[in-house]
Every structure is written in C-alpha cells, then in structure tokens.
C-alpha cells in the first residue's frame, strides 16, 4: 500500500509567501500569490475560477510535477525570482509544464539560452544542436528545429551522440542526413575539379602522389565535417602539394591556357558561397513538423 511522501516547504516559495499552494508529487508545498497563476497561465487562470468558492479561500492544488520542475516553473510566474539556468537534465520536463500550462515565455527563454552569436561571422549557433533538435521537434518549435539543423549541417559527428533522454523523430534524421549529403557534395565538386588542375598542374611523380593523399585526407575531415572551417585547416597543406609552397601564393598557367589557383586563392574564392550557404536556414518539409 502506497503512502504519500512526507510533506516540506519549498525553500524559494515558503509557507505564507503567498495565498495559494501548490503541492509537487514528491510533496514540497510551494505557497505562491494566485494572482501570479492567473496572469501568467490561462490553464491555471481556468482552473483557480472553476475550483474556488470564495476569493479569499486558502486552498492547494496537487499537481504531477516533481519540486524540481515546479521549482524551475514557479520562477517564471513571479517577477520577483529570476529563471534558473537550463540544465539538460531537467529541462524536458520544464518545457512539457510549459506546454501543458501554456507558458509560451518558457519556451522563448529555452531558445534564447540555447542560441549563441559567432562573433565573427554573426550566425547563431546552438549548445548541445542534436538535443535541441529532438526537443524542438518534440514541441513544434519550427525555427529552433532549423537553427539546430542549420548547426547539425555543418557539425562535426562527435555531435551527434544520442541525448540521454528523448526519441530522435527518424524522419527529421532522414532530413538531417539527405541535407549533409546535399552540402559535401557541392563542397566535393569543387575540390574534385581544383584537384584534376593541380595533378595537372604538379611538375613530378612525388608530387602527383602527395596531391592524391592530401585529396583523400581532406575528403575524409568533410565527410565528418562538411564546414568551410574543414577548409580552413588544410589550405596550408593543400598549398604545399602542388609545387607552389607557402612563399608561392601565386597562380599558376596549364598547357592549355587555362589558370590555375593557388589553394589559399581558391579557398579564398569560395569562401564567400561556402559561408552564405552555411548561414541560411535550412527548410523544413511540411510533414516533420
């Protein structure tokens, strides 16, 4: 026979900190003002007209979240406390009292501490992208779905450990890894082309061959991370394997007339795409969400 937890008062919402109670399910009484539930919650707004026979009646309510989420919940209700940190831990369960409350601030607060700017190149990145990805999906919120797939496009695969909780929608996966293979190989045709130029272009068997390793090398680091920062950590060796070197930085002239690049040239030519197509915002089908 099971018994109800023994009952204390929350540390932050104590005893008389406000005329209503709200009761968690491992028995932590959180006393909270009523007029704070009805302002922020229509849920709660409902339930507190519906359920109360005097306006001035001391009453509880007895909710199925535990005190950690009610915690967490509680601080965007009073404008005196300020929001607790997300924690990956526990943050589901504060956004399914969110959507079961109807708060959208907590939902908007998520994004915001999720979502940080690269100083240089101003596009918003995000913490933990795959786990923000399962949880946007989970909640419909479509444009956390595409800054989080946005950052995925261009991660490398260490990022993408499965989150300890939640279930990763298998056709958003499906969309996430057609779009990866989409973006390495408009990457792959460039390089494939530059490489055909500079086995063309080297003066010597040696050469040749240390052309087709770098090739290979670099392929390898995209198909983990298919990003213009891949990019950037092999100009260097790229511009070595073409007889040029690093005090060459200079293009060069095949037999048939045509130019050829420096790598740190033709880097520095595609940068300007690589980055634009990195910065935008990848388009959700209208089924996944």
């Given at each position: 026979?099971?018994?109800?937890?023994?009952?204390?008062?929350?540390?932050?919402?104590?005893?008389?900190?406000?005329?209503?109670?709200?009761?968690?399910?491992?028995?932590?009484v959180f006393s909270i003002p009523r007029i704070f539930l009805s302002h922020v919650s229509p849920?709660?707004?409902?339930?507190?007209?519906?359920?109360?026979?005097?306006?001035?009646?001391?009453?509880?309510?007895?909710?199925?979240?535990?005190?950690?989420?009610?915690?967490?919940?509680?601080?965007?209700?009073?404008?005196?406390k300020d929001p607790a940190p997300i924690d990956t831990k526990t943050v589901e369960p504060l956004?399914?009292?969110?959507?079961?409350?109807?708060?959208?601030?907590?939902?908007?607060?998520?994004?915001?501490?999720?979502?940080?700017?690269?100083?240089?190149?101003?596009?918003?990145?995000?913490?933990?992208?795959?786990?923000?990805?399962?949880?946007?999906?989970?909640?419909?919120?479509?444009e956390m779905t595409r800054i989080a797939l946005r950052e995925l496009l261009r991660a490398p695969?260490?990022?993408?450990?499965?989150?300890?909780?939640?279930?990763?929608?298998?056709?958003?996966?499906?969309?996430?890894?057609?779009?990866?293979?989409?973006?390495?190989?408009?990457?792959?045709?460039?390089?494939?082309?530059?490489?055909?130029?500079?086995?063309?272009?080297?003066?010597?068997?040696?050469?040749?061959?240390?052309?087709?390793?770098?090739?290979?090398?670099?392929?390898?680091?995209?198909?983990?991370?298919?990003?213009?920062?891949?990019?950037?950590?092999?100009?260097?060796?790229?511009?070595?394997?073409?007889?040029?070197?690093?005090?060459?930085?200079?293009?060069?002239?095949?037999?048939?007339?045509?130019?050829?690049?420096?790598?740190?040239?033709?880097?520095?030519?595609?940068?300007?795409?690589?980055?634009?197509?990195?910065?935008?915002?990848?388009?959700?089908?209208?089924?996944?969400?």
């Amino acid at each position: 026979m099971s018994s109800n937890p023994p009952r204390r008062h929350s540390e932050e919402f104590p005893e008389n900190y406000g005329d209503f109670q709200l009761v968690s399910s491992d028995g932590v009484v959180f006393s909270i003002p009523r007029i704070f539930l009805s302002h922020v919650s229509p849920v709660f707004r409902d339930m507190l007209e519906l359920g109360m026979k005097s306006p001035n009646e001391i009453a509880e309510l007895q909710l199925t979240e535990s005190s950690v989420t009610l915690d967490q919940l509680l601080r965007f209700f009073d404008p005196l406390k300020d929001p607790a940190p997300i924690d990956t831990k526990t943050v589901e369960p504060l956004l399914e009292s969110a959507r079961k409350y109807q708060i959208e601030r907590i939902f908007k607060y998520w994004e915001e501490q999720m979502v940080f700017r690269n100083e240089e190149k101003q596009i918003a990145k995000v913490y933990s992208p795959l786990a923000c990805l399962v949880l946007a999906c989970h909640f419909g919120r479509s444009e956390m779905t595409r800054i989080a797939l946005r950052e995925l496009l261009r991660a490398p695969f260490k990022d993408f450990q499965i989150p300890t909780k939640g279930v990763i929608d298998t056709g958003m996966m499906s969309h996430l890894l057609q779009l990866r293979q989409a973006r390495l190989k408009q990457m792959m045709d460039r390089i494939v082309e530059a490489q055909e130029d500079m086995k063309t272009g080297t003066r010597c068997g040696d050469g040749h061959l240390y052309v087709v390793h770098s090739f290979l090398d670099l392929i390898i680091q995209l198909m983990d991370e298919p990003s213009w920062s891949t990019l950037q950590r092999n100009i260097d060796s790229w511009n070595e394997c073409n007889g040029w070197g690093r005090s060459h930085n200079h293009s060069g002239m095949l037999a048939s007339g045509k130019c050829i690049l420096s790598p740190i040239e033709l880097f520095e030519k595609w940068k300007p795409d690589i980055l634009a197509e990195e910065s935008k915002l990848p388009e959700l089908p209208s089924n996944l969400l």
